[in-house]
């Protein structure tokens, strides 16, 4: 094996020395060296005509970190070299890259792939790998996609394992994954140990788990998960990319249905089959006689870091000839020694530094570009492994997400989706995805405190009690069921004991910010009941969203208000709708009668009677006893339109007056709070309730005004009783309390008013609960109450979205039926409460429909009255008339009988072979000079007033009749 790599082409180019820290014993320095050699020659085909050349400098880091450090030394100091490649793993890299600041040596590595060391932190390391910590988003989008919650990372305890860490929690908690558990396993742990770790992961409720260690440990822990069962359904399992780039070459049937990424690498391209074939080739050439190495022909198989190794000795090549000036000698130098005080500064180190970090080009890898001394991945493979095989199932990218083909289907937008990747095989050969937990065999229960005694009548909120024979506590009603409901829906398993607070007496609950306080202290790890949220409790606990109405409202008697006003007729209509159907009427008989009046005798005669057709033919339509006929078809169209109107009206009208005068109108006694205050009624309130300081606080209560009472059957004898008979007029508490109240009263009484929000309090930021009511408030918040949970727990974000979904559902409808009753069937809450009056807004789509038919008819009209008379007309109001003259010319043609409408043509005299109208349309006495009174005609030309006479022609018209 050649333990170095040098091409000098003697008397021609200027030769840099570069060092190589691999571990010649590992697969990936054996196919780094490889890759190497083939980028040296491949390179400098290419470039014949470059001026210096690279000389590399091999040195075998043994597997061990100082043996990687005195390479190194040995290199700066000894070889002169101007830049490291390597060393190859994470827990070398540190040491060397200090060495390489301290002789202004770049240190560029392809594989030392932890966090913890970065070019932040080292200025004269490069890393031209993938840190770990860029694949950490990929792997939390993967989790969010199939929809895990909890993961447990299993790694290795070395500088490479633990490195990997903080960037996988981080990325986790930031799609809402929590990380209940870390295995953490020695590199060099025995079979019985590892199955000993897996024994313990099993016993937990968590099902989800993600790889990160050497290849050799992984193979080995592998097998012993398949020895304990835990390669069955239900298991997911999730290597990082290291491994997933390695391990099919070692990994047996062991490895099923395992989830691996690795970045992206385009193997479709000329150039990378090409430099496949010649690489397994030098390979076999290099390494088949290795003794030491027991790798199979599965060996001679790519892998990301022979890419990349590729790329970096193109990086440093093209670097180092952009370096200038190209002074390769040191500030110090005496001779061959490792002494660390005397290490030689290199002059050029910066420069050269600077010329690999902005090198770009496309290299067999994909595009090589450093962003921050890293480089920068655009995108991984994600893929599952079956022994062997590797199965393709996506890509992910930072910007378009999980997606099935890369650069396809993206449509321009991030995708979190299942769907979106292609199926896969599970261990168990199952092809359901797992849920991702179970119940625990083991572990201890969550202790959650509920209170120790609930005031009598509420019950059906919160009832506890202990078993005498078992002495546990039994917890029920509608706050405990909705937390169970709650529970049910987490996508984890959640195993938890009710606990019973009471005082240090033993006999009350005591203070609930003691209550609540017990979850800081860890001697409960979650608070259920009736805990009112405050800013002191959210300084130290958490909280879960709401799920049902917070505020303030009041419950008054019902009182029959069946009306015996004489002027009840009037209330079925709004006063709006009065006055809109009012100008309708006269509006359609207005439209009515232009239509009618030059074709109808019964819409002719003088102005009052015409006055009068109008309005009584309109409002006859309301009984349907107009007597007058319709004889044109603009006429007949608006007027059926208008009848159907006035029908609806009508049913309307006779439904809603009906209704008022014989059914019993039950309506609140009092409408608002401000009533009660100013006629000095009696209000009742919960005792030692919040709600008695906002009255007197926000509302001006008089305090001896105020009644407490402890449970829901003193309200309800209270408001019986009445304010002047030492009752109540009103109650005034939290919604959810009322409706107790309103379970079994709701024929008698019923809520009344808006719900009202404490004022003052709204520097409280977030008022969020779960478990609603309670009876014991430190502060003013008309807010209800909550589950707490200790500060930053994920629990409450998961029983939160829990309790969303049960909400937007029918579940919890039905949970507030069980333990409130079924109030939408109270009678007198429901159809015999006061109907409103019909308003506008009911009805304008009709006033709509018929205003446009009329108005449609009305233009139709006039464009053929005026086509049929355009002669006339021309003559009349053309050019040189006065506004006034044409107005009233047009007046007249209206005024004037259509003799040859059919309604007169049937009724003519025929006489001398001519037809005339008879005297059925009396003239009005717009036309009384024009015509007899009988008779009608249309005066001649010659008759006509002259133009600048400035008179209608029809006042200077007289008709002679025939004898």
Not at 5 to 17: D, Q, R
Not at 45 to 56: G, K, S
């Amino acid at each position: 094996m050649s333990s170095s790599l040098s091409f000098i082409v003697s008397g021609e180019p200027t030769p840099v020395n570069i060092g190589v820290i691999l571990d010649m014993k590992s697969r990936v320095g054996k196919s780094s060296f490889v890759s190497m050699k083939i980028a040296m020659d491949d390179f400098y085909t290419a470039h014949t005509n470059y001026t210096t050349r690279v000389v590399f400098k091999t040195r075998d880091a043994q597997k061990k970190v100082i043996s990687a450090a005195a390479a190194a030394l040995d290199l700066i100091q000894n070889e002169k070299v101007q830049a490291i490649i390597g060393p190859q793993t994470s827990s070398e890299a540190p040491f060397v890259g200090d060495l390489g600041a301290k002789a202004n040596v770049p240190i560029v590595s392809f594989s030392a792939t932890c966090p913890a060391l970065s070019p932040t932190q080292s200025p004269f390391f490069i890393r031209t790998g993938l840190s770990d910590a860029a694949q950490a988003p990929a792997i939390a989008a993967l989790i969010q996609a199939y929809g895990w919650r909890r993961l447990v990372p299993i790694y290795e305890d070395t500088d490479y394992g633990a490195g990997f860490i903080p960037s996988l929690v981080e990325a986790l908690l930031g799609v809402g994954v929590n990380v209940p558990y870390r295995s953490i396993v020695s590199k060099d742990s025995a079979d019985d140990d590892l199955l000993l770790e897996l024994y313990r992961l099993k016993s937990m409720q968590t099902r989800v788990f993600l790889l990160h260690m050497s290849t050799s440990l992984a193979v080995k822990l592998f097998d012993r998960a398949e020895a304990a069962g835990m390669m069955d359904e239900g298991f997911v399992w999730i290597i990082s990319g290291t491994l997933t780039s390695l391990l099919p070459s070692v990994a047996h049937d062991s490895v099923q249905g395992v989830l691996g990424l690795r970045p992206y690498v385009p193997v479709t391209t000329d150039k990378y089959h090409k430099f496949h074939k010649r690489w397994r080739r030098e390979f076999r050439r290099e390494f088949v006689s290795d003794d030491d190495d027991d790798d199979d022909d599965d060996s001679t198989k790519l892998t990301t870091f022979s890419l990349w190794a590729y790329d970096t000795v193109w990086a440093v090549a093209l670097a180092v000839e952009a370096a200038t000036p190209r002074d390769f000698t040191r500030v110090v130098s005496e001779g061959r020694r490792t002494d660390l005080s005397a290490i030689p500064v290199s002059k050029t180190g910066k420069k050269l530094l600077q010329e690999i970090k902005k090198t770009t080009f496309t290299g067999l890898a994909g595009e090589f570009h450093l962003v921050g001394g890293e480089l920068n991945v655009s995108a991984f493979q994600l893929m599952y492994l079956h022994g062997k095989n590797e199965m393709k199932i996506g890509y992910w990218t930072l910007t378009a997400g999980l997606h099935r083909h890369l650069g396809k289907g993206n449509n321009g937008g991030y995708s979190a989706s299942m769907e979106s990747l292609g199926p896969v095989i599970w261990p168990g050969e199952s092809k359901m995805v797992p849920k991702g937990w179970e119940t625990p065999t083991s572990g201890k229960k969550l202790k959650i405190a509920v209170p120790g005694t609930v005031l009598p009548g509420f019950h059906s909120f919160l009832d506890v009690r202990t078993d005498s024979k078992t002495n546990q506590t039994i917890a029920g009603g509608f706050v405990i069921e909705v937390f169970e409901s709650a529970v049910k829906r987490l996508p984890y398993a959640l195993p938890f004991e009710y606990v019973s607070y009471k005082s240090s007496d033993g006999k009350s609950t005591g203070s609930y910010d003691d209550l609540v306080h017990q979850v800081t202290l860890q001697k409960f790890d979650a608070v259920v009941g009736d805990t009112t949220i405050t800013a002191k409790r959210l300084g130290y606990v958490d909280f879960t969203l709401p799920y049902t109405l917070a505020g303030i409202s009041m419950v008054v008697p019902l009182q029959n208000k069946q009306s015996k006003n004489a002027w009840i007729f009037v209330k079925p209509l709004t006063l709006d709708l009065w006055l809109v159907s009012l100008c309708f009427f006269v509006f359609t008989g207005f439209i009515v009668w232009v239509l009618e009046h030059r074709i109808n005798p019964e819409f002719c005669g003088p102005p009052t009677n015409q006055l009068g057709t109008i309005f009584y033919f309109t409002f006859s339509t309301l009984v349907f006893a107009h007597r007058e006929n319709i004889v044109s078809n603009l006429g007949r169209f608006v007027v059926i339109i208008w009848v159907f109107v006035v029908l609806i009206l009508q049913s309307s009208y006779t439904a809603s007056l009906t209704s008022m005068l014989t059914v019993d109108q039950f309506v609140p006694s009092y409408s608002h709070i401000n009533e009660l205050k100013e006629r000095g009624l009696r209000v009742g309130h919960l005792k030692n309730s919040f709600v008695k300081g906002f009255l007197i606080k926000t509302w001006g209560f008089n305090p001896d005004k105020l009644v407490p009472f402890r449970s829901p059957e003193e309200y309800a004898e209270a408001l019986a009783k009445g304010s002047q008979n030492d009752g109540v007029a009103a109650v005034i508490d939290e919604i959810p309390y009322l409706k107790v109240l309103l379970k079994d009263h709701c024929d008698n009484y019923t809520m009344a008013g808006q719900t009202y929000k404490t004022g003052g309090f709204g520097f409280v930021r977030i008022i969020y609960f779960l478990l609603c009511c309670g009876t014991n408030y430190q502060l003013y918040i008309s807010i209800d109450v909550a589950q707490a949970f200790q500060k930053g727990s994920s629990l409450a974000q998961d029983l939160s979205r829990a309790i969303l979904n049960i909400t937007e559902g029918d579940e919890m409808t039905d949970i507030e039926r069980r333990w409130f009753g079924d109030q939408t069937n109270c009678l007198k809450q429901g159809s015999k409460l006061s109907s409103n009056s019909l308003n506008f807004r009911s009805f304008w789509g009709l006033f709509l429909i018929t205003g446009i038919a009329s108005l449609v008819a009305f233009c139709i009209y006039w464009i053929i009255l005026f086509y049929k008379n355009r002669n006339q007309l021309m003559s009349e109001i053309g050019p040189g008339h006065s506004l006034p003259w044409r107005l009233r010319s047009i007046g007249w043609l209206f005024d004037q009988k259509d003799l040859s409408s059919h309604t007169f043509r049937n009724n003519a005299e025929v006489k001398d072979g001519s037809t005339r109208g008879t005297n059925n349309c009396p003239q009005s006495p717009l036309s009384y000079s024009t015509a007899d009174t009988f008779g009608g005609g249309t005066p001649t030309t010659d008759e006509l007033p002259t133009p600048n006479s400035e008179t209608p022609l029809r006042g200077e018209v007289t008709v002679v009749h025939e004898a």
